[in-house]
């Protein structure tokens, strides 16, 4: 997949998807599929228009706490066959109208198509709608996808940030169409883990993502069966410091310092809490890792 920074007439003739695709959702999805399939149709390429940040950035002078980061975003469009992605600022864009925007993406890539969501909003005041593309004279083919309608819930970025918040990882992955992801390097800590008998990999979690509830995780540690803690560590420290992402991967042993783990979310199993001891906690550890167990399958604990 080409990446691009700013629009260039290098490209014609494109399938486009437009969007700001925080997640790549299973919404999402169908936007970007729409694009590619009707590309491979004609011959053509499948294009992503979006923008580096999100755009209330600018708006609001604040952004809502991202799904995923840059990279899985790049790694989730790429998987869909996506050929080139747009990444724009959105500061050059901001102040012309919808008609603008539609008439600039006409005169540089001559698309043979846009995709759009149903409820997608462009240029100033919101002045692009999916029916002002629809009415547009420009020759190109117009898709206004559908809500997708996950479990009685229509699959959105605000929706799925709400339940990673709250800590409902299953409705979260559901609407995602995959499992929330957090990859990070492997940090060396204080060891504490593995003094008594559950040696981690720590990670600090990115700042850009919405935080789940400090708590322990049913996880995967590069596709093998792991438990998960994040949180300040109470039993041990008793201190406000920095959350951190602690990781335990189940009957693995080796020394992964400085490199990358993709750590996939599956459920939420409790609360992070203070214990009395190091053999309360212990015990806890265990029991948690059973309430996994039909993630897991069959293994000693």
Same mark, same amino acid.
């Given at each position: ?11 014609k ?17 169908t ?37 995923s ?18 990444? =724009?600022?959105? !500061? ?7 008609? &603008?925007?539609? %008439? @600039?993406?006409?005169q ?17 005041q ?9 009415k ?6 117009y ?7 996950i479990?009685g ?5 605000s ?16 609407? =995602?169409?995959? !499992? ?7 940090? &060396?800590?204080? %060891? @504490? ?17 919405i ?45 992964i ?14 609360h ?9 906690l ?16 069959n293994?000693?604990?």
């Amino acid at each position: 997949m080409k990446i691009f920074t700013e629009l260039n007439n290098e490209y014609k003739n494109l399938a486009l998807a437009l969007g700001f695709f925080d997640g790549v959702h299973k919404g999402h999805q169908t936007v970007i599929t729409s694009a590619v399939a009707f590309a491979r149709k004609n011959g053509s390429q499948a294009a992503v228009v979006t923008f580096q940040e999100h755009p209330q950035v600018l708006l609001r002078g604040c952004a809502p706490a991202y799904i995923s980061t840059e990279a899985l975003r790049r790694e989730k469009l790429s998987e869909l066959g996506v050929d080139i992605l747009f990444e =724009l600022d959105f !500061n050059a864009f901001s102040n012309i109208s919808g008609e &603008e925007y539609i %008439k @600039l993406l006409v005169q540089n890539f001559e698309p043979i198509s846009i995709s759009t969501g149903f409820n997608h909003y462009f240029g100033a005041q919101k002045s692009g709608t999916p029916e002002l593309l629809e009415k547009s004279a420009l020759d190109y083919k117009y898709f206004k996808t559908p809500p997708v309608i996950i479990e009685g819930e229509v699959a959105s970025s605000s929706l799925i940030r709400k339940h990673l918040a709250a800590g409902d990882i299953k409705k979260a992955n559901a609407l =995602l169409g995959y !499992n929330f992801v957090i990859e990070s390097t492997v940090q &060396e800590g204080a %060891k @504490l883990a593995s003094k008594i008998g559950f040696k981690t990999a720590n990670l600090n979690y990115p700042p850009e993502l919405i935080q789940l509830p400090y708590g322990v995780y049913c996880v995967s540690a590069n596709g093998l069966p792991a438990i998960a803690n994040f949180g300040v560590k109470p039993t041990f420290t008793g201190l406000a410091i920095a959350p951190v992402l602690e990781v335990h991967i189940l009957n693995f042993n080796e020394n992964i310092y400085g490199e990358k783990l993709r750590v996939e979310f599956i459920d939420f199993i409790r609360h992070e809490k203070k214990f009395g001891s190091a053999a309360e906690l212990v015990a806890q550890i265990k029991s948690d890792i059973l309430a996994c167990k039909g993630f897991y399958g069959n293994i000693d604990v």
